[in-house]
Each structure stands twice: as C-alpha cells, then as structure tokens.
C-alpha cells in the first residue's frame, strides 16, 4: 500500500536565504506531515541554490528533513532558471513550486494542492496575488504589459500569476521540454497550455533579506518577455514610422504649393527640427527594440545549457553528481 503511494515534488529556489532557512524547512516539514495525512501524498523536496554567497545551502543541510536535495548551480543563474533546474530533477506525480522566503504560506500551498486533488479536470492550480497594496501607476503599467504581450497570441498570459503553482506531472514534463535561455516563466507556463485554475491571494511579507526585483530589473524583465513573447512593438513602431514618414510628406507638400503657388514664405528650422527629433526619436527607439529582439536570438542561437550543476547534495548521499 505505501509503494503505491502518489508523490508530490517540491521544487524552491533560493538566492541567499539565511535568515528565513529555520522559518522554511519548518514549514516544508509541516507541509510534509499535512499533505501525507490529507492528501496520502508523499514529499520529496528539490531546493536549488542559484549561486548563494552566503551559507544558506549549509545551513538547509541541517535543518531540512524527511527526502530532500539541494541542487547546487554553479553560479547565480537568476531565479528562472533556477525553477528550471529543479523541475528537471522532478519524478514525482505532482509538482509544487513555491519561494523559499517564506512569502507563501503552508496554508495557501495546501490550498493550492487540495483544488488540484479534489479537480481531476485540472492540470495546474496557480496562485494568483491580488495587487490590493499596490499603487495605481504600477497597477496600470501592469495592465499595458499583459495587453501589449497578449494581443494576436493563442494563448494568455494572466496577470499576477508567478511560480507558486502546483501541477501534474505531464505539465511540469513539458515546462522542461521549452529549453529557452532567456526565461520568462509566466509566458512559458502560458505557450505550453494545459487546464488552469486560479487561486487569489495575498503574498505574506518577506521574513528576512530584500526582494532582489529593483525597478530597473522589472523593467529589463518586462522587456525581455515582451521580446521573447510578442511581435506587437515591432508592428507598432513600422506603423508609427510608416505614419511619420506619411505626414512628414504630406506637410512638406503643404510647404511646397506655400511657397510656389501663393508666395508664402515659411520659416524653415522649426519645421526642420521638429523633423529630426520626432524621426530621429523613432529611429532609435525602433533600434533598440530591434536590438531587444536581436539579442534574444543571439542568446537562443548559442548552444549552451540553460545552467551548470556544481553538485547535488541529499539527505541520501552527500556528494557529486554529473
Ligand atoms: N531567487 C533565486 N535566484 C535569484 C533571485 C531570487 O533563486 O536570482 C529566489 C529567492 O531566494 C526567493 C525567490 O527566488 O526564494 C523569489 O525571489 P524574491 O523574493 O527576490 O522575488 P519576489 O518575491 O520579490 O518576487
Ligand atoms: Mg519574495
């Protein structure tokens, strides 16, 4: 009876986590004893350290328990990758992903499991923040990127949905099927389909360090999954260039039956420097967006793995691995 019991992966990344390991291998451990008792659900826990400089790997090794590895890269591959590294150590019949600095909660990580337990139906049960706290301007912001990336797309990427998620073995096999370098997770979950559901909550506050988004990394971020998920800018600025260069002619036209046929004479340089900044403006604005392109294909064409294992350590064995 216990062989033929069905298994849950848990898979964390963590990037110098020190301060919240005591409070999270508490809590994968009651995770542990509250899915075997609700679900008959067995754990195994995959956490992979993406290149920490601190001791939070040592630190994990002693205070996780039951089955467990830590997946040790060999440098901080960002935590995209990192999820990837520990789905692709996965074996067991359901997957939870979930961050290891404490801001998802066991409870909501239960949840997450029992709609995915109880919904035979359903092959991914995301959990999704409500951006209650959040101001106005970032809400906004958060809505012209989701509309820019979605249009003309077979498939949507929702809003505010991250890596806590919990899903099927096929998923998370075809999660690591899409090898790309450049990840952006949300829109990877999104292309490889399956049957979601949402689960709405409220992220609990970080119990230790800082976040590692600033401002500027958000809006690389965003750049990045815009020009590895969508067309639409490209088309946007040919067309704004394409309008430009149209009215540009047309006033010149204006200017040119001004001058010859009523006699006019037209002031040149306001006219002339309008010109030159607002073509100019797109133009550079077209090549760096281009080049946003440009260099996602430079990163794909290149024949390298998504990341490099330095070793794996587990409560099995502690040692190297291939
Ligand atoms: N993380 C990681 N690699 C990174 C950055 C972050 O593995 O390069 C981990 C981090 O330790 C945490 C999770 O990813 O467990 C989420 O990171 P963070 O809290 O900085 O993101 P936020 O919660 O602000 O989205
Ligand atoms: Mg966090």
Do not use: C
């Amino acid at each position: 009876m216990s062989e033929s019991k069905l298994t849950l992966d848990i898979v964390a990344p963590f990037l110098n986590e020190a301060a919240s390991v005591p409070g999270f291998a508490r809590l994968l451990s009651e995770l542990d004893a509250e899915v075997l008792r609700r679900f008959g659900l067995k754990t195994r826990k995959i956490l992979v350290d993406d290149g920490s400089t601190d001791d939070s790997a040592a630190l994990f090794g002693k205070a996780l328990t039951g089955d467990w590895e830590i997946v040790r890269l060999s440098r901080n591959f960002g935590k995209e990758v990192a999820v990837l590294a520990g789905l692709d150590r996965t074996r067991g019949d359901m997957v939870l992903i979930m961050d290891a600095d404490l801001q998802h909660s066991l409870d909501v990580s239960l949840k997450l499991i029992a709609e995915l337990v109880e919904n035979p139906d359903i092959d991914v049960v995301y959990a999704r923040t409500n951006r209650e706290g959040a101001s106005w301007k970032r809400s906004q912001l958060a809505k012209l990127f989701y509309s820019l990336i979605n249009s003309s797309q077979r498939f949507d990427i929702p809003e505010n949905a991250g890596d806590f998620r919990v899903m099927r073995a096929p998923v998370a096999k075809a999660f690591t099927l899409l090898r790309d370098k450049r990840r952006f997770n949300k829109g990877l979950y999104a292309w490889a389909g399956f049957r979601h559901k949402a689960l709405i909550y409220t992220p609990a506050d970080r119990a230790g360090g800082t976040s590692k988004w600033s401002r500027g990394n958000l809006l690389a971020f965003s750049l990045e999954g815009i020009a590895s998920f969508s067309v639409v800018p490209l088309r946007i600025l040919t067309l704004s260039g394409l309008a430009a260069a149209l009215a540009g002619g047309i006033y010149g036209l204006k200017i040119f039956f001004e001058v010859f046929f009523y006699g006019i004479a037209v002031p040149g340089f306001p006219s002339l420097l309008i010109a030159v900044v607002v073509l100019g403006g797109f133009n550079l604005a077209l090549l760096g967006l281009i080049g946003e392109y440009v260099w996602v294909a430079l990163s794909e064409s290149k024949d390298r793995p998504v990341y490099i294992v330095r070793d794996v350590v587990s409560n099995a064995r502690d040692g190297k691995e291939p």
